[in-house]
């Protein structure tokens, strides 16, 4: 089983780099208590997780603050916001985080060393 425990930033979904002219890069910082936060784009976002014994991801659903920001921060977020509610299937892949949908949308997460939001 995957350790999802930390933080993580968005790489790549999609094929496509995110954008980052919102609130900064995309993250996700994963508890041990089942909580997920972060930022997706331009606001802040909070719920809760669990992985099933299959090893899908299953996000709650995600609060989140209501600013806007640029359109292609908010495009990011839109689709960031997609794909978490959906069931996943999570990967690692060179120390990577990858997260499938069940369209085939493709998210990879890489561990972020800045300092985690609260």
């Not at 892949?93 to 493709?106: E, M, N, R, S």
Request: charged residues 20%; proline residues 6%; aromatic residues 4%.
């Amino acid at each position: 089983m995957i350790d999802l425990r930390g933080t993580w930033r968005l790489a790549d979904l999609g094929g496509l780099a995110p954008a980052t002219a919102g609130g900064g890069p995309v993250v996700l910082t994963f508890d041990g208590d089942g909580q997920v936060y972060g930022m997706a784009g331009v606001n802040r976002v909070r719920g809760t997780f669990e992985v099933d014994e299959d090893g899908t991801l299953r996000l709650g659903p995600m609060a989140s603050t209501m600013m806007a920001g640029p359109d292609d921060a908010m495009a990011t977020e839109r689709a960031v916001l997609e794909l978490l509610a959906e069931p996943l299937r999570i990967a690692s892949d060179d120390g990577a985080l990858v997260l499938t949908a069940l369209d085939g949308v493709v998210a990879r997460l890489v561990r972020y060393t800045e300092p985690p939001m609260a």
